[in-house]
């Protein structure tokens, strides 16, 4: 388990230093000299030149990368242009915001989808699972803004249970923020609850048809029992790998819920960084969304090793 | 009182009949074999006494367990009783743990499941039930897994599930049939050994005449869901009456008529010499050498033309690893292999004109092949090794010839491979490797996956086409009988090594090697009905 897990995370560093190397160079190759893209073709010559003076853009490129890689170890991400404040702090801000908005997603997705997937699986081609298997369908398939603002529609301006968007701060008190990050997060679970529905279905049915299932099946176990003991532990492996996918979605994907919801969250940052040519926040915030999914998966590799024995490789 | 009595059994499955008017029984302490070939519903019955049945299934009759009919009994009650008074060892040990439980907790999880003992109770009676079986402590700890096993031993794990409350009745559905001989012995044994001990009634569902033979009390023949023959084994050997009672019995002990090789004189065809075949094994330590296991340890043999060479051994012996040597699939840390005086590999690359004077038939009849090409495009495959192959109406003779050759009609072509039953898949196999005319024909395991009768007439087929077309083979297999039945000279391999070797009959009458007469002697044996 150790050597697995020690290997686990050599993948980790390494997909890292790629992904640092990768964003690094893509943006270097965008064309042309970045202070004279972040400032416009309007600009004045002195105004670049002062600009590149403060992106470090004079040193060699080697040199540059080192700044950036070793700043990123010590927490210090740059000054965003745009903004005029340093970009962790900028980070800092929102990622209270995406995380627990990913969080909430994700757990209420999984939340409902391992529930909808072992009862459609136990009861295969019933009225219930082929019912439940076309609801997750439509789930699939509704865009997840158009969900997202049929929700608003409902609960903030119809019902007036919640608000149609912002976010009042986590100083506003607890309460308050799990309030405006509700919506949201059902927006965002809903159609991933459907995937995943979907998959713990298939592959529960896939392990239902296993030798082990029968055997356990004589030994005396009711079909339940053999269900949850033997074959929702052999099912999950897939399933996991889905969520481990999902999460990175959900955090770094979030763009379009938090501009419908005008949520002060990591995607909303990107965005406007993009649009406002802020290239040193956009590389930054890539490089911790990259961080994040690495890190997600490589939980979710230790989480392979505690389910299935045969990973683990030999004590 | 018989332990166990089905009487007028008959079950349908969406209205198709499976079973009709099947009756037996079996007794306490005896065994009871049942015999048949796929589809004569040898299972269905088990799994009707199991009640472990597929949805859609009618069951009538009586089933009755020490006087109850199980076919009364609701699905809770059921649970009770299995694992309980009937316990049930199946035919693939590989796949019938499940992977992420310890052996231990898997044995244990029988006793708690019918609340008969405390959770450290059941975990000791666990150890024993292991013990019994043959996996002392020392070397199989409760905490190992399944994967961690190999076959018969895991065999071993699925039997101590079954026996941990001591039932009433065993069912033992093939449970030999995906082991070694050696293997399949001991298990056999155990079997036996378990049943005395505990009083128990065995149900023993084979397709092995030989391996009921040395077991069953009484036995029972099935032919497409209905009992043709049963009585006690030992009149019934003697005794048979039914006429498929005679022609499983036939074709079991079946010798092709061939004609021998030593007639033609000795003109080598496949040479191989010194080869060695090694893999290298996971890095243990981050900067230590990795390690190899050597599959195939300094073979050398040479088929002659015309010839039919056998080569048995046991899984791991590295048969199969020489086989892909053979075919250029793998490349040879040492040694040489020569077809017809030319080596096959030159260069890392397979020499496609002498590659195509080779062809194989494997043993899945299901498995090797594309299941959404035509037929006719199937046993075209091997074509790309010709410089230029046939096209148009050459093309359409080409196939209609081969598979005419292995009795097949021309208009098979046009079908795809799911509509042909087993036995016939291994034809158009054969007929694949025929079609562009190869010398040697190498035959892996190609007749193991085939119902007795089945595996009579293509073992026919082949000696008819080695006659025909003077084809040498190399026959590689596990099963002894077969072996014997159709070869000229025998290897036998052990650990990678070839440990014996020479004419067959010799070999088989006279074997020198310790594993050879191990191996024979393991192979369970029909009784002579002269």
């Known amino acids: ?315 | 009182m018989a332990l166990l009595s089905i009487e007028n059994l008959n079950l349908s499955i969406h209205g198709i009949d499976i079973l009709r008017d099947v009756s037996m029984s079996v007794e306490a302490g005896k065994v009871l074999g049942v015999i048949g070939e796929s589809g004569s519903g040898k299972s269905m019955t088990a799994n009707a006494v199991m009640q472990l049945l597929p949805n859609g299934t009618d069951c009538s009759g009586t089933i009755l367990l020490e006087g109850q009919n199980l076919l009364d009994l609701h699905e809770g009650q059921m649970n009770r009783l299995r694992g309980k008074d009937i316990g049930m060892v199946f035919q693939e040990p590989m796949t019938a743990l499940n992977p992420v439980k310890t052996i231990g907790a898997q044995v244990a999880e029988t006793l708690l499941i019918h609340k008969a003992a405390s959770k450290p109770e059941a975990l000791r009676i666990a150890r024993e039930t292991l013990n019994r079986v043959g996996l002392p402590e020392d070397r199989f700890p409760m905490s190992r897994y399944p994967h961690e096993l190999s076959g018969g031993q895991r065999q071993r794990v699925v039997i101590a599930m079954a026996i941990a409350l001591k039932p009433k009745l065993l069912i033992a559905d093939e449970p030999t049939t995906a082991l070694d001989v050696t293997t399949q012995a001991q298990i056999l044994r155990l079997l036996k050994r378990l049943i005395q001990e505990d009083d128990m009634g065995l149900i023993l569902i084979t397709h092995d005449l030989a391996v009921v033979s040395d077991m069953a009390d009484d036995m029972v023949i099935m032919q497409n869901g209905v009992v043709v023959e049963q009585g006690p084994a030992a009149t019934l050997y003697r005794d048979m009456q039914h006429p498929y009672t005679k022609a499983l019995f036939e074709a079991s002990s079946h010798i092709p008529d061939r004609d021998y090789a030593d007639e033609r004189g000795a003109d080598p065809l496949l040479e191989v010499r010194n080869v060695i075949r090694d893999y290298t094994l996971p890095r243990t330590k981050l900067f230590a050498a990795p390690g190899y296991f050597r599959a195939v340890n300094d073979v050398s043999f040479v088929i002659n033309r015309g010839e039919s060479l056998g080569l048995v051994g046991e899984s791991g012996c590295g048969k199969s690893t020489l086989t892909r040597a053979l075919l250029g699939l793998e490349p040879v840390q040492s040694g040489d292999i020569l077809f017809d005086g030319d080596p096959v590999v030159k260069n890392g690359l397979v020499v496609p004109d002498i590659r195509r004077k080779m062809q194989v038939v494997f043993q899945d009849p299901y498995g090797s092949f594309n299941p959404r090409h035509k037929v006719s495009r199937l046993i075209t495959e091997p074509y790309h090794l010709l410089p230029s192959s046939p096209t148009g109406a050459d093309r359409d003779r080409a196939i209609a010839e081969a598979l005419e050759s292995v009795d097949m009609p021309a208009s098979a072509a046009e079908k795809y491979i799911h509509e042909f039953s087993g036995g016939q898949r291994q034809r158009i196999a054969i007929a694949r490797a025929l079609i562009i005319r190869p010398e040697l024909i190498i035959l892996d395991e190609a007749v193991s996956a085939l119902d007795v009768s089945v595996r009579a007439q293509v073992l026919d087929l082949l000696s008819d086409l080695s006659d025909r077309f003077g084809l040498t083979y190399l026959f590689i297999s596990h099963d002894l009988s077969v072996v014997r039945a159709i070869t000229d000279r025998v290897l036998v391999m052990k650990s990678g090594k070839v440990v014996e070797r020479g004419a067959t009959e010799d070999v088989f009458e006279n074997p020198q090697h310790a594993y050879t007469k191990t191996l024979i002697d393991a192979a369970p044996q029909l009784p002579d009905v002269a």
């Open chain 1, 1 to 315: 388990m150790l050597r697995y897990s020690l290997k686990r995370f050599l993948s980790l560093l390494i997909s890292l230093l790629v992904a640092s190397i990768v964003i690094f160079v893509v943006i270097e190759i965008v064309p042309g000299d970045p202070a004279t893209y972040m400032l416009g073709i309007n600009a004045q010559e002195d105004t670049i030149a002062a600009l590149r003076e403060e992106l470090g853009l004079n040193a060699s490129k080697l040199e540059r990368y080192w700044n950036w890689l070793s700043g990123m170890m010590v927490g210090d991400f740059g000054t965003s242009y745009t903004y005029r404040s340093p970009v962790n702090e900028l980070i800092g801000d929102r990622i209270w915001v995406s995380l627990p908005l990913a969080l909430i997603a994700l757990t209420l997705s999984t939340a409902i989808a391992f529930p909808i997937g072992i009862i459609a699986a136990s009861r295969r081609g019933s009225v219930t699972d082929m019912s439940v298997m076309g609801a997750t369908q439509l789930g699939v398939a509704i865009p997840n803004f158009w969900f997202a603002m049929i929700l608003v529609l409902i609960f903030a301006i119809n019902l007036r249970w919640f608000a149609s968007g912002g976010f009042p701060g986590w100083d506003e008190g607890v309460f308050a923020g799990l309030k405006a990050l509700t919506l949201p997060a059902i927006a965002l679970a809903l159609p991933q609850a459907s995937i995943l529905a979907r998959v713990m279905r298939t592959s529960l049915l896939d392990t239902l048809s296993e030798d082990f299932v029968r055997t356990a099946r004589a030994k005396g176990l009711s079909k339940a029992k053999a269900l949850r003991r033997h074959a929702l532990r052999n099912a999950l492996i897939p399933v996991l790998t889905i969520i481990g996918l999902q999460f990175s979605f959900m955090l770094a994907g979030a763009i379009i819920i938090e501009n419908v919801f005008y949520l002060p969250g990591l995607g909303r940052l990107i965005f406007q960084s993009i649009s406002q040519r802020d290239l040193i926040v956009v590389e930054s915030v890539v490089m911790l969304l990259v961080f994040a999914v690495v890190l997600v998966n490589f939980f979710v590799d230790l989480t392979y090793a505690l389910v299935d024995p045969r990973l683990r490789g030999r004590q």
